[in-house]
């Protein structure tokens, strides 16, 4: 499995940003993190009372306007990953420093994965009920068309995923390549590991790139509700996502945004820049499998751990100069699912072979819940957090073990590396509905 990319460009990160249900401070949701703090609780977008899981993990009191300032009035029509998007990247843009200049706008790019925005639900269902032809019992078309004058022009328009990438570049006044994926939950990996591509092969010099997402509406609960993929323990919402317990039974929603400045080495150093950390590899492949269910043998998903290794020059299944695993800390996708959790153990254990159960593990989305198409930059910027302060994020609610998921998951605190040399390698995962998998490897910057 050669890898044949360009290798002599090397991509670093040197800015990032985030907005989560622990908060919307580098510092604030990273300490949530650490202190094993979970963000679900009943849902209060909606009134989700009858539905079979009726809590999430919200953003709660974010005001765009907190976050930009008068510059928020040109994004009043944003819907509320946009917002938050706009919110992370502004953030990352500014701890990169290129809030005063210092790049060429036509060579700064953005690559998101942004997920599509709320719908109307209370408009669109009211144009549905008052069409309703009761002895055709059909929708007449004609009164339908007639009735969507009601519906917002703007929102209608928002509702598009693409949305997010004119708000963001018209924001940061980026003019260079411009691009959106969504496959699901592994589509801001993806997006970051392209970014990186792209100022590899020289495209750009500077790539903003993440993902944003909300799917706390009617619609969108529904759909994971129907598929049974929720967790219903409405009872204890803060002890319902529990990723490689056996009692699991179901993701928890959540939304947010992370945001990710990443640039070529020379072009950062040039302009006094200090590096966060290295983008030094990225993977990805597809089950073709099912829509519905990942390759039950974890095949897909260890090709593309196997390739983001392959291209950060890492054997996985060698240890460092320290004596521990090349891969210090896998950020796992950890949904909380039955079927996810334990094939996702079977293709790591595939890919670090005898030292598998010596690389530590955990997800984070047993405290931000899944945050769907920005789940995978959340978690990147939560790997290189572990790499800047020598911490890793637990999995919470860890109770029972479950004889398919063997592995370890650092059950239920936080874990203090800092005297066995730190985090310097982490391996970020997303493997997404439908059979994406996408795996980026950075590593820590020490000059």
């Known amino acids: 499995m050669a890898y044949s990319g360009n290798t002599d460009t090397r991509v670093v990160v040197t800015g990032m940003g985030w907005v989560t249900p622990l908060g919307c401070e580098l510092e604030d949701a990273w300490d949530g993190l650490m202190s094993g703090r979970s963000a679900a609780a009943p849902v209060t977008r909606f009134p989700a009372d009858r539905f079979a899981t009726a809590f999430a993990c919200e953003v709660r009191g974010f005001e765009l306007a907190e976050h930009l300032g008068d510059r928020a009035r040109a994004h009043t029509s944003a819907g509320p990953g946009t917002a938050f998007a706009l919110a992370a990247a502004d953030r990352a843009w500014r701890q990169a420093g290129l809030d005063s200049g210092g790049v060429d706008p036509a060579r700064a790019g953005l690559y998101l994965g942004a997920g599509e ?9 009211r144009i549905c009920i008052d069409a309703w032809d009761e002895q055709q019992r059909k929708l007449d078309d004609a009164r339908w068309a007639s009735g969507a004058v009601a519906l917002d022009l703007m929102r209608e328009v928002e509702q598009e995923p693409q949305m997010a990438l004119a708000h963001v570049a018209a924001l940061l006044g980026l003019r260079g390549p411009s691009m959106n994926c969504m496959t699901a939950c592994a ?31 009617p ?90 290794n392959e291209q950060a020059g890492i054997e996985p299944e060698s240890r460092d100069a320290a004596g521990r695993p090349g891969v210090n800390y896998d950020s796992a996708p950890g949904t909380g699912t039955r079927e996810n959790d334990g094939i996702e153990t079977r293709a790591v254990e595939r890919v670090f072979g005898g030292l598998a159960g010596e690389v530590p593990m955990s997800s984070v989305k047993s405290m931000l819940g899944h945050l769907i198409q920005a789940a ?47 985090v310097g390698v982490c391996l970020s995962n997303s493997f997404g509905f439908g059979g994406q998998n996408d795996s980026v490897v950075v590593r820590r910057w020490d000059g």
């Open 117 to 125: 925005s709320s719908p109307d639900s209370a408009a669109f269902g």
């Open 219 to 308: 619609l969108g609960m529904t759909g994971f509700i129907r598929l049974t993929a929720m967790s219903t323990r409405n009872e204890e919402p803060e002890r319902a996502s529990r990723p490689f317990d056996r009692t699991r039974d179901g993701f928890v929603m959540g939304e947010g945004a992370g945001m990710l400045v990443l640039e070529s080495l020379e072009h950062a150093l040039a302009r006094g820049a200090t590096p966060l950390a290295e983008i030094a590899g990225y993977g990805s492949s597809a089950d073709a499998y099912r829509i519905t269910d990942i390759d039950p043998e974890g095949v897909g998903a260890w090709r593309a751990m196997a390739r983001a």
């Open 376 to 422: 995978g930059a959340v978690e990147l910027i939560a790997c290189i957090r572990a790499m800047q302060t020598g911490w890793l994020p637990p999995t919470i609610n860890y109770a029972e073990p479950d004889e398919a998921c063997t592995l370890d998951y650092v059950p239920n605190a936080a874990r203090d590396l800092r005297e066995r040399g730190g």
């Open 187 to 217: 589509a801001s990996t993806q997006a970051i590991g392209e970014a990186a591509e792209i100022i590899r092969r020289g495209d750009a010099d500077v790539m903003v790139s993440g993902g944003c997402h909300s799917m706390i509406h």
